[in-house]
């Protein structure tokens, strides 16, 4: 990917599950702790130096890492065990020795797998554990599903790798960014400089992903990718530095183009059901699109409103009858209240609502309790991705008791979502392996971010599995990524999940497999030459009652196409 600004596409949940970070040691299975800390030994690792003047305090370049002040060397993690608990052997790339470091930080807390072991792959995840509000059980979602790819390869043996004997063990270290950039950014240097990670799964928000790629992993030659960041303007980040031959920035979701794409298709089939419902005649539609006031809520409304037409022409030949409207950013300053009169003036037939958390709790109840019965109809809206299955739509619909109006508000709210459909092979053996490891109260595998943050670990196994001489550096796990689609020999498909895991890479080793074309749980991951980013389909999601009069959020039948750029299937009768 080569980004100039940020942007936010990330889903939102109730956060039915918190955690402190003194907490999070108790949530890491498979390993054992006695300390706030523990102990690994890493070889994969990012250099801090070149040269002696490139160390503070008088400290010593020894191999890429600085050395001195004090440092206890080691050869392995029990040589740390004289400092006392919660160190770890930090190695540059393909080396015998390096230095004890802490294995935990403020942030990093969580630890998935065996850290003691010799030989450790170790990987990074930062997501939004401990934010407030729904996005802290984006964060966890995210990081079980990564951990859950971390058991399943334990389970298989661990990671064969070229030129060395047996398997590597991988272990993941989970951070929190609190919904925050410069958290993310105290995050990365960690898991960089203190333990020498080459891989980091993180970013669940546009905006964090930019600011942590080019603040840190970047410069770092640290391969950074994002499970759940569709913001446009990552894709044109300057992630290829002098020398690289691949982007270190990938994402294992699509860019919001192709959000956008649906959007234009599935809003002009709504304006034709809004005017035989409302028996418009010769009247026109009246359309507002109000965003969050980033680059994720800006980016999504540039590329729509550039190929969305109503009335008959483009979206910005419409007049007044195209109200745009941001709403400014929960991070700065929001201007709510302005939003919500300027819509309700407007009489929008339509309201787009482009945004995170805030545009379902904030907007969108004011709107719909606030709007002018005397205009004889209520408007109808499409979310964005980020408010699916998240409970805020539900949530503002199910304070009010009554049952007739509340299934008229649900009738006329849908939005799009990226992904595949719920009953995608992958992504049911998906929801199924979280389950059986982290049960129904601990996460939500339907989140967007979760299978594709599975999929994104299960990348790195096998662009690791590519790297001929068997030292994994971010730039060798950059051009392994570059091996994940098209496959070579024809047939090596590989579907998402252990079954074919230890064969793949087995196969990646000896190089009977060149290159894969890895179809994940969040759908195939056709990544773009160019671009890293891949293609996926979108889907359109609506709200119905779940039985007891309570609101749920579902996908309804119909979705945009990727491959033919179409809407293809129906509403279900749920969704009706």
Partial sequence: ???????SGHVQKRNLFRRGLSGALALALGVVLTT???????DTSTKQCDVNTDCPNGMKCEAGVCVGGGDVLCAKTADCETIGAGQFCRK????????????????????????????VFL?????????????????????NSVRVAIREIKQNGGLPLAGQAGTRPVVMIGCTDAGEGSVSIKAARHLIDDLGVQAIIGGAFSSVAIETATEETIKKDVLFISASATGIALTSLADKPAGATAGLVWRTVPSDIFQANALTQYVSKLEDQVRMDLGLGDEPTKIALVHK???YGTGLRNALQSTLTFNGKPALSNGANFLVVDYGDPEGTTKYPEAIAAVKEHGSHIVLLFGTSEAASSLYGAIEIGWNTALGYKPRYVFSDSNYNTGALASAIDVGADAMAKADWRRRTTGVVPGPQDTDMNYQYFVTAYAGNFGSDNGDPSILGAASAYDAAYLLFYSAATISDGILTGRKLAVGMTKMSNADPVDAVINAGQLQLSDTMNKLVSGTYKTIDYNGAFGPLNFDPETNDPAANVQVFCLSDDGTGKTKEQLSGLYYEAESQTLKGVFTDACK
């Fill in 1 to 7: 990917m080569d980004v100039s600004s940020g942007g």
């Fill in 36 to 42: 706030p800390s523990c102990s690994v030994i890493v």
């Fill in 123 to 143: 990987i990074g995840s930062i997501h939004p554990t401990t934010a407030t509000g729904f996005d802290g059980e984006v964060g966890i979602s995210m990081e």
């Fill in 293 to 295: 006031g980033d680059a």
């Fill in 92 to 119: 540059a790339p393909g080396n015998a020795s390096g230095v004890c470091r802490p294995l935990l930080s403020p942030e990093c807390q969580v630890v998935e797998g065996d850290p003691t072991a010799d030989n």
